[in-house]
């Protein structure tokens, strides 16, 4: 375009000098200069355009091709590798991992990556299935619970409660107008349970069997107590700053061992981010170390295990991190309206991706108010095209557990 602007410029100085002199003959022999004049011009731009192009494509085939499955994986690699890499995000904005299951174009996608980040929990046992069909010889595959604590899932009083094992599910299932007296049934079950959680409010996990234990290679989902009995693990792992923390460390160390010639960039980067989730998480012990009160109360599913154990908070929830249950029995609607009373919580939260019914009805029944936790487990598609972040998420859980222990 700049090219062409000179030339009609020199062209038109040109023809208005001549005009004083020659008339309408060098009138036309000027048009027939700048007509050529102009197809050159734009002959070459359409050449530099396209060497442009070629640039751009070579440029784009020659970055790191990383595949994350999940949100929390996907942005924190975006932080430390920048355009340096082509980054995909397998499961799509709003989608519900627990029900995922990959697509051949999503089998394809890993075919084509150098490396390939999962969780490697229970949301994506399919990884194994994948893994197996597809050639991961020369790709770097990261688990990232290889460099993190796991957690047992727990239940707590109030809670809906579902055992899993391997070969047999025993759930303990009720209709939505189950009795109060049924509830208090299901309530005794869980507190007769071996794994009795100590529901005296002192939630500091010392129980008995302490939750924090050490995981061997290939223990990748449960935990067998001495008894034989199988437990699940909790997946959600990345709701703990620190716990992200190891996450940058163990994804930036796979991106220098694939694409040395950026190390220093993806180094430097991942100092950053670690700073900022260093704050964030300062942010959030500050919140509960000045906070008025210390208990929390999530009308939901409860995906918070890592961060309140972080935090030493205590909490109530209607169902597990992991639970396929998605509605309360009124019982349990009842027991959390109570106790949000008796303790005067001033609010009720519920996760992403509803619309939360349960806390509203709970909410308006005790007269608290209604706040989202966000898990950063996933988030809409607008907010992806947003660029809407790990970090942003955490700081808005910073201000709605400030609302609400105050």
Same mark, same amino acid.
């Given at each position: ?150 957690? /047992? ?7 809906? =409660? #579902? $055992?899993? !094992?391997?070969?047999? *599910? @025993?759930? &303990?299932? %009720? ?26 409010? /002192? ?7 302490? =939750? #924090? $234990?050490? !995981?061997?290679?290939? *223990? @990748?989902? &449960?935990? %067998? ?182």
């Amino acid at each position: 375009m700049l090219q062409y602007r000179g030339v009609r410029n020199i062209l038109n100085f040109l023809t208005s000098k001549f005009f004083q002199i020659g008339g309408n003959n060098m009138k036309n022999i000027l048009k027939k200069i700048f007509g050529l004049s102009l197809a050159g011009v734009v002959f070459l731009t359409g050449c530099s355009a396209k060497t442009e192009n070629k640039k751009g494509e070579d440029n784009s085939k020659n970055k790191l091709k990383v595949v994350t499955t999940i949100f929390p994986e996907y942005d924190i690699t975006r932080a430390i590798a920048g355009d340096k890499i082509d980054l995909q995000l397998m499961i799509k904005p709003g989608v519900d991992v627990h029900s995922f299951s990959p697509t051949p174009q999503d089998i394809k996608t890993v075919e084509n990556a150098d490396v390939f980040i999962y969780g490697g929990t229970s949301h994506d046992k399919w990884v194994e299935t994948l893994t197996k069909s597809v050639d991961m010889k020369d790709k770097k595959v990261v688990k990232l619970t290889d460099g993190i604590q796991q957690l /047992e899932e727990e239940t707590v009083e109030g809670m809906k =409660h #579902e $055992h899993h !094992h391997e070969g047999e *599910e @025993h759930s &303990h299932k %009720h209709k939505e107008h189950e009795t109060c007296t049924e509830c208090e049934d299901e309530e005794k079950h869980d507190h007769d349970h071996e794994h009795d959680h100590d529901h005296d409010h /002192e939630h500091d996990h010392d129980h008995e069997h302490d =939750h #924090e $234990h050490e !995981h061997k290679d290939g *223990e @990748h989902h &449960h935990h %067998h107590h001495g008894n034989g009995e199988e437990v699940e693990l909790d997946p959600h792992f990345w709701t703990s700053p620190t716990n992200a923390i190891a996450m940058v460390k163990s994804i930036t160390n796979s991106l220098i061992e694939k694409d040395s010639a950026n190390a220093s960039f993806y180094k430097e980067n991942a100092e950053k981010y670690i700073k900022q989730l260093e704050e964030v998480n300062k942010e959030l012990k500050d919140v509960v170390a000045n906070a008025k009160i210390k208990k929390v109360v999530i009308a939901d599913r409860f995906p918070f295990r890592y961060l309140f154990n972080d935090l030493g908070l205590e909490y109530r929830a209607l169902f597990s991190g992991c639970s396929v249950e998605s509605t309360a029995s009124a019982g349990q609607i009842k027991k959390m309206v109570d106790y949000v009373k008796e303790n005067k919580i001033p609010v009720v939260y519920h996760i992403e991706m509803g619309k939360g019914e349960m806390a509203q009805t709970v909410a308006k029944d005790s007269g608290a108010k209604v706040k989202l936790l966000h898990s950063i487990h996933t988030v809409t598609k607008d907010e992806f095209d947003k660029g809407v972040t790990y970090i942003d998420l955490m700081k808005q859980n910073v201000e709605a557990l400030k609302e609400g222990l105050n």
